[in-house]
């Protein structure tokens, strides 16, 4: 299979470029570089399955140039702004690196008569909701820039699915962490105690509680939803059962780092900045109905994540 991962020099992105070429798929990776590095995939460079391409999503001649050139059997597209807080002064961010480039690709698969599509989603497509976040869910309102692109995307998704006769899968992603991460909360704590092992500022009020799940674990999850669902619009939430609270990151940071005795600092508010979800949960009997699970608890994924970043 000639497969195209966008964004595949990206954090999530490099991890199934891994999990692909070991299953013998042909890979090439489009990335800008923006956000994912060449470091990412150095160990890929010269694997006979893998060619590297830099080059941005929102050139959209140069991209068919790419889609006439490789003839792709199946787009995985995992390129987009993954740093929420970064689009919240500047929305046009989201606009382009997580709609527009959504955009070009389906229009790209159309005119190159590509018809399999896999599209990493995000659970910010439900808004803040008390309820379990189900697929079955029926209002949909993002409270984020992000949000808002990935739902828009998705809404392209689907007319472009029945227009164009592609099958596609829609993947809803929770808070990811591992090998190779960027960003996000594990990244602030363990900068803030280099900087201050005596002191730990948390935004908001430490009681933000979501689900964390494993890089390998979810990546495993995209190939198996995409190998196993059949109809023609697929829609799965990936997830694990157990979600972890900000302060309990923090303590798990703390006591990797083996810092004691860490005064914690919180800034106060039920969010950490505009358009954060604090509290979610999926609703995972669809995929595991599917015959999926993950094998890592969300503590065990925030605990691994934390080592590898500290060992790196």
């Not at 597209?77 to 929420?84: E, G, P, R, W």
């Not at 309102?141 to 099958?167: H, T, V």
């Not at 494993?214 to 198996?224: H, N, S, T």
Request: aromatic share 12%; glycine share 6%.
């Amino acid at each position: 299979m000639k497969t195209l991962i966008t964004g595949g020099a990206g954090f999530i992105g490099s991890h199934l470029a891994d999990l692909l070429v070991s299953e013998n798929y042909d890979v090439v990776a489009v990335d800008n570089l923006s956000l994912g590095t060449k470091k990412n995939i150095r160990h890929l460079a010269c694997h006979k399955r893998f060619k590297f391409i830099k080059e941005d999503l929102l050139h959209i001649d140069k991209l068919k140039d790419i889609f006439q050139k490789n003839r792709f059997d199946v787009v995985f597209h995992l390129a987009a702004n993954s740093d929420i807080a970064e689009s919240e002064s500047n929305p046009e961010i989201d606009l382009n690196n997580t709609f527009m480039t959504t955009y070009n690709v389906l229009e790209c698969c159309r005119l190159f008569h590509v018809d399999k599509f896999v599209f990493a989603s995000s659970s910010a497509v439900y808004g803040d909701s008390d309820e379990d976040l189900s697929e079955k869910s029926c209002t949909l309102c993002p409270i984020s820039y992000y949000g808002a692109g990935k739902l828009a995307a998705e809404s392209f998704i689907s007319a472009y699915s029945f227009m164009n006769n592609i099958r596609s899968w829609i993947i809803r992603f929770p808070n990811v962490v591992g090998e190779r991460i960027t960003h996000g909360v594990i990244h602030d704590f363990i900068k803030k105690l280099k900087n201050n092992p005596k002191q730990l500022e948390i935004l908001g009020d430490g009681n933000q509680k979501k689900p964390y799940m494993y890089v390998k674990d979810l990546v495993e999850a995209i190939l198996f939803i995409y190998q196993s669902a059949k109809e023609r619009l697929n829609y799965y939430n990936v997830g694990v059962k157990d979600e972890t609270t900000v302060t309990e990151i923090a303590k798990i940071v703390c006591k990797e780092m083996k810092f004691k005795n860490v005064k914690f600092k919180y800034t106060g508010g039920t969010t950490g900045w505009r358009g954060d979800v604090p509290f979610y949960q999926y609703d995972l009997k669809k995929i595991n109905s599917l015959g999926w699970e993950a094998k890592y608890s969300s503590t065990e994924a925030i605990k691994l994540a934390v080592r590898s970043i500290l060992n790196k």
